[in-house]
């Protein structure tokens, strides 16, 4: 049963567009898809053929198979609800934010690959802002780790999530506050939502993660697109477990948290439809303001 | 340790024979097969020390140099670094002989050759030495066989100014490490380092004052080799200069002699004091960032990739710094899994450094250029080196499953330790190291998708380019080799971390384990680590199975890149390698200083427009250019002195003999 948080993962990811969207499609005051349309749009995918441009390599081919076998990887270590993940150890954190990585990397030399230069233009943007959304992610961790578990490195993410309980909001409530800040707005960089990205335009100039892949075609789109819904209920698990206490007792904190999933894919959709995507120069100021508020956690803890 | 010798003993020699065959053709095989198989000789002792943990005998010869001995000694430190010294320099040299072949008729093989070999063996000689004198001639024998290899192309311009910088910001360095011997020499009475153990055993050792201007003249000394900015000059000007294999060597391998320098330091000195970890995460955060930003903002792939050296030293800084403090902090277990970090990534670095030098060699070859957008589709015209060359891409950017995030890993472990256990001074140290590794990581990422990208994919930029052959296996199978590597380090993270547990208890006694549980943990992760990158790897293969299986029988389209409906797109269309880093050097600019010059188009039917951009070296602007201009204003002011009258100069000569006479006289009396 240890696999259970990984199970949910693989069959609920998609769902969690399909919220974002019908939230999205209420504040526009429209019907909005079925809730279920992602899995309908990976099953349309899975059917079709594929279309390669002359100047690919293999490397555009391998991107979405290594970026999605990166992020399953990733989603073995995150835990949900009281139940420790299918892979847990000191230090998982690290291997979680960094299989990340390894996604993007692939992601973005598959854009390269196309030779294009809208595509490039939406590589070159991606690799900035994550890197400047990595220390807010690493320093974010960090403080989980220090107010949960004191912080030593025999902690992972399992007992992190475990460790959070109303007694420590009662103690350090303003320091999850921010570190839960903090992780929000990576969360949004890393999915590429508004304010940082718009998933939903269709203006190749203006987009960052949509225009990386938009030579992808069949199969190898439907593995990106399940792999950014991977990815979009891993880092909102990972927030998700850090905010819902745990009660101790499994039914309960595992409906705490399918609940708290749906809450975030609700704000996400609420923050989208209230919100305007930033000016790109403006980014890297609300990136450098997540690690800012993931340092303040820190310091605040120091305090303590 | 006899192999050892024996291993010194091909090196040298053959060198010599190559020397002595210098206009002929077997120069370069003579060359290149001495230097592989005496790197691979030296390569057997230090790997069977690693593995057993034990310490052979010392080789000791007399030497009549005053205060000096031929001493030897390959304790498991030592060995530690003798393993990517010999194996990197063993695999160079293969590539080597392809690579020189070219130059084959127009230029003397045996003359590289010869330096390539003393260079290997002054390395080994310098991380084995015993003695300060040994260590020093070592020291600066590997400097100067360096400078050859650098200057091997003198007929151009630039190659000798590059030489030129390199001597200078080389000796700038040596000097301050040969105040270091002589300080350290009158303290303890010795320049043998057993006798100055034994000093330090039987005396209070060290005052803090002076144990600290020690520390500093080892930092600046050793940091002008190791290459922290800002004494990091030479790098970006010596590694493009140099053939590639030797670039590979002096990058991957020469620099570390530097982070051993400071190792070593802080054994000879005893004790360390808690502000040389805060200086030591220092000048890892400024390197590391200042490196990788500048990377960012070249066009040369060879300068690319001295740059990126320089942000690899300043993450064994780092870890170095994190372990100096987690033995103040009491942390034990964190100033392990610090040192361990930093001597791994030392292995680590030698590997994929090497690596992405010899592509970028290949590259270099195929195409004669090493300007970044000149490449473009070189994936499809030499496969073996573009898939080599993104494993190294990869690896340097710290990304599992890959050797590079193993070193990072560590060290982030010990930082997230630190950051739990120490008083706040440490503890916000701890945090920068992490905050700093996460944003160097990430930059990382951004140049080497760049280098990666610009060169390897897309449409040809050039005629160049297009008509690219791939290299011969002579070539490629030293790239396939340490791209195995890459994996290999990666797969087998916990025994070979396990092994640097003994190396760093034997020479840092204070980190001596008083949590074992803490660092079992530590090796649990790194085996789950290991399983994790097996995954990736597993899981990959199994969907391009699937990818695969669906495609079958269905139709499969090619046609031109998406281009908003554009069916005629050329390769000039293409991101170029500064748009692509363009965000970032903006981000920076206050640091980078890039210098701009820009002619747009003018009127409805311009005829030209030009866009140029340069980064010139911030330190080397700022601080060593300036230092230079004074140093060169007070000596003209003794160029009257100088007149190119001989017999003049031999009054000087007679003049200087009887004030010293006197002198001497005068004391005697």
């Given amino acids: 049963m240890r696999f259970l948080p990984l199970i949910l993962a693989l069959i609920l990811s998609p769902l969690m567009r399909g919220i974002i969207n019908r939230t999205k499609a209420r504040f526009a005051g429209r019907q909005g898809p079925p809730l279920l349309q992602p899995y309908y749009d990976l099953w349309k995918l899975l059917q079709k053929g594929a279309v390669y441009s002359t100047t690919t390599t293999w490397i555009f081919r391998a991107g979405p198979i290594i970026s999605l076998a990166a992020t399953l990887v990733a989603a073995m270590l995150m835990p949900l609800g009281g139940w420790p993940a299918a892979m847990s150890f000191s230090g998982d954190l690290i291997v979680f934010a960094y299989l990340l990585g390894l996604g993007r990397f692939l992601t973005v030399v598959a854009a390269l690959d196309t030779g294009s230069a809208f595509e490039g233009m939406g590589a070159s943007r991606e690799v900035f802002y994550s890197a400047l959304a990595e220390p807010a992610l690493l320093l974010g961790l960090a403080a989980i780790a220090k107010i949960s578990v004191g912080g030593s490195i025999l902690s992972s993410l399992s007992q992190m999530h475990s460790q959070i309980s109303l007694h420590l909001w009662a103690e350090s409530g303003v320091v999850l506050v921010f570190v839960a800040l903090a992780l929000f707005i990576v969360f949004l960089t890393e999915n590429s939502r508004i304010p940082v990205d718009d998933p939903t335009t269709h203006l190749e100039l203006t987009m960052i993660h949509e225009v990386m892949v938009l030579d992808h075609s069949g199969p190898d789109f439907a593995f990106i697109l399940y792999g950014a ?3 979009l209920w891993l880092l909102g698990a990972l927030i998700v477990g850090l905010v819902v206490p745990s009660s101790g007792i499994w039914v309960v904190d595992l ?10 894919s609700v704000i996400t959709g ?19 303001g997540a690690g800012a508020l993931a340092v303040l956690a820190l310091v605040l803890e120091y305090k303590n | 340790m006899d192999l050892l010798l024996d291993g010194l003993i091909v090196l040298v020699g053959g060198g010599v024979v190559a020397l002595l065959l210098s206009r002929t053709p077997l120069a370069n095989l003579v060359g290149a097969i001495s230097a592989a198989i005496g790197s691979a000789i030296v390569l057997v002792p230090a790997v069977h020390v690693v593995l057993q943990g034990v310490t052979p005998a010392e080789f000791s010869a007399a030497w009549n140099v005053p205060y000096g001995s031929f001493t030897l000694l390959l304790d498991p430190l030592s060995a530690w670094f003798v393993i990517p010294i010999a194996g990197l320099s063993s695999i160079a040299a293969v590539y080597g002989f392809s690579y020189m072949a070219h130059f084959a008729g127009h230029k003397s093989l045996g003359t590289p050759w010869f330096f390539y070999n003393l260079l290997v063996a002054s390395m080994v000689v310098v991380v084995t030495a015993r003695n300060g004198v040994l260590f020093l001639v070592a020291w600066e024998c590997m400097a100067l066989t360096s400078y050859f290899l650098v200057v091997f192309e003198d007929e151009k311009d630039s190659v000798r100014e590059a030489g030129r910088v390199y001597l200078i910001a080389s000796h700038l360095g040596t000097a301050f490490l040969l105040v270091f011997f ?6 303890a009475g010795s320049l043998e380092f057993s006798r100055i153990a034994d000093w330090l055993d039987s005396s209070d050792g060290f005052s803090p004052g002076m144990s600290s201007l020690l520390f500093l003249l080892a930092l600046i000394g050793f940091g002008t080799k190791a290459g922290f900015m800002p004494l990091h000059v030479w790098l970006p000007e010596a590694h493009p200069a140099a053939p590639s294999h030797v670039s590979a060597v002096m990058s991957g391998v020469m620099i570390k002699t530097g982070i051993y320098g400071i190792v070593r330091t802080l054994t000879v000195l005893g004790t360390s004091q808690e502000w040389w970890g805060w200086l030591l995460i220092g000048v890892g955060v400024t390197s590391g960032i200042g490196g990788i930003v500048f990377s960012l903002a070249q066009h040369d792939l060879k300068r690319l990739l001295a740059y990126c050296s320089v942000e690899n030293v300043g993450i064994i800084a780092l870890g170095l710094g994190v372990g100096v403090l987690g033995i103040h902090g009491d942390a034990p277990a964190a100033a392990m899994l610090g040192f361990s970090g930093a001597l791994l990534h030392v292995l680590n670095h030698a590997v994929f450094k090497g690596l992405l030098f010899l592509g970028a060699g290949a590259v270099i070859h195929e195409t004669g250029t090493g300007t970044l957008d000149a490449q473009g589709g070189l994936l499809k015209r030499m496969p073996w080196t573009g898939a080599t060359f993104l494993v190294g891409a990869v690896a340097i950017s710290g990304l599992p499953p890959l050797n590079g995030f193993i070193s990072e890993f560590l060290m982030y472990l010990g930082a997230f330790e630190e950051d739990s256990l120490l008083t706040t001074s440490g503890a916000v140290t701890a945090l920068a190291a992490i905050g700093s590794l996460a944003l160097i990581g990430g930059l990382a990422a951004a140049c080497f998708t760049k280098a990666f990208g610009i060169v390897f994919l897309g449409e040809p930029r050039t005629d160049a380019s297009r008509d690219a052959h791939a290299p011969g296996w002579g070539m490629r199978i030293p790239m396939v080799l340490l ?16 092994r640097l547990t003994p190396i760093i208890s034997a020479f840092l006694p204070e980190a001596t384990l008083k949590e074992p549980k803490v660092l079992d943990a530590a090796f649990v992760s790194l085996h789950s680590i290991s399983v994790a990158c097996v995954m990736v790897i597993v899981l990959g293969i199994a969907l391009a199975v699937a990818r695969k299986a669906l495609l079958h029988r269905r139709e499969i389209g090619s046609s031109t890149t998406w281009g908003c409906g554009y069916a005629a797109p050329t390769a000039r269309m293409q991101y170029t390698s500064s748009s692509f880093a363009q965000p970032v050097t903006q981000f920076f600019a206050p640091v980078l200083r890039t210098i701009r010059r820009f002619s747009p188009p003018q009127g409805p039917f311009p005829k030209s427009a030009n866009l140029h951009s340069e980064t010139p070296d911030i330190s080397m602007k700022f601080l060593f250019r300036p230092m230079y201009r004074l140093v060169d204003r007070l000596l003209s002011m003794l160029g009257w002195i100088q007149h190119g009258q001989v017999h003049l100069y031999v009054l000087y000569l007679a003049a200087t003999m009887v004030v010293l006479l006197v002198w001497y006289l005068g004391v005697a009396v």
């Fill in chain 2, 182 to 187: 002589v300080l350290l020499g009158r303290e």
């Fill in chain 2, 483 to 498: 791209a195995g590597c890459c994996f290999g380090i990666a797969l087998q993270a916990r025994p070979i971390a396990q």
């Fill in chain 1, 229 to 231: 819904s991977l990815k």
């Fill in chain 1, 270 to 288: 609420a923050v989208e439809s209230m919100m305007a995507r930033l000016r790109l120069v403006r980014v890297p100021q609300l990136l450098v």
């Fill in chain 1, 255 to 264: 409906l705490a948290d399918l609940v708290g999933m749906i809450a975030i």
